[in-house]
């Protein structure tokens, strides 16, 4: 059905449970629509979809990763990150800001994802000094412990060092969350996360075609494919 057609499913499934939630009204069951486009896979799914598109047209065309001297689709994607970052924050609705406002949730749901896929399209292709320092060791290791960020980055801990910092100035209570939270990230990793992506490597290669050497120099889409079963992390 196309990337369209899978759009259009995600979004027709989080509205009818966005109907179903309002009707039983079930302890904030897709409650209401802030809650569905900000926070279920569901209203957030055009990030996946476009994600997903992006990795597709490069297995089928292994020559897109073909390093280049341009800088176009970089300074593109981040000129427009930023952009867009910026312009979210100047939506204001009474005391909420960014993604509370009517514009500043669109902007984050639609032309956010949009510049992020640019901008991974000039990290794969071109070569550029932020392409050098992403690629680096310390940010590869910071990018694979990143699902581990993210789901410690808001509540227990936050609340923690907002009740017992509260006296000191913002800024340094956010500097020391982010410390905090990269050091809890960095031991989830290293302690549950990376020995179960291991584990499921290994059962994951016995299921996968293992081409010859040979066959994977002739056909690079072929070996993306198999990373691409195999590489959950």
Not at 36 to 44: D, E
Not at 59 to 85: K, Q
Not at 94 to 109: C, D, I, K, Q, T
Not at 150 to 160: D, E, P, Q, R
Request: charged fraction near 15%; hydrophobic fraction near 50%.
């Amino acid at each position: 059905i196309g990337h369209i057609g899978v759009q259009i499913a995600l979004y027709a499934t989080g509205g009818m449970l966005l109907l179903l939630g309002s009707d039983i009204s079930f302890d904030g069951f897709f409650g209401n629509f802030h809650f569905v486009a900000s926070y279920t896979f569901f209203g957030r799914s055009f990030e996946f979809v476009l994600g997903m598109a992006l990795g597709q047209a490069v297995l089928r065309h292994p020559d897109l990763l073909a390093m280049s001297g341009r800088r176009l689709l970089t300074y593109l994607g981040t000129g427009g990150f930023a952009l867009v970052v910026f312009w979210m924050s100047l939506f204001r609705q009474g005391s909420e800001f960014g993604v509370f406002h009517p514009v500043g949730m669109a902007l984050n749901n639609f032309a956010l994802p949009a510049f992020v896929c640019i901008l991974f399209s000039g990290l794969l292709s071109e070569r550029t000094l932020f392409r050098r320092v992403l690629g680096s060791a310390p940010f590869v290791f910071l990018g694979r412990a990143s699902y581990a960020f993210y789901l410690v980055h808001y509540g227990v801990l936050a609340s923690l060092v907002g009740s017992q910092l509260g006296s000191l100035d913002v800024r340094l209570q956010v500097g020391i969350l982010f410390v905090a939270v990269n050091a809890i990230s960095a031991i989830l990793f290293l302690l549950v996360e990376h020995p179960a992506n291991t584990w499921i490597r290994r059962w994951a290669d016995r299921l996968a075609d293992r081409p010859s050497r040979a066959k994977e120099i002739a056909d690079p889409g072929r070996r993306l494919r198999r990373l691409a079963v195999i590489w959950t992390c």
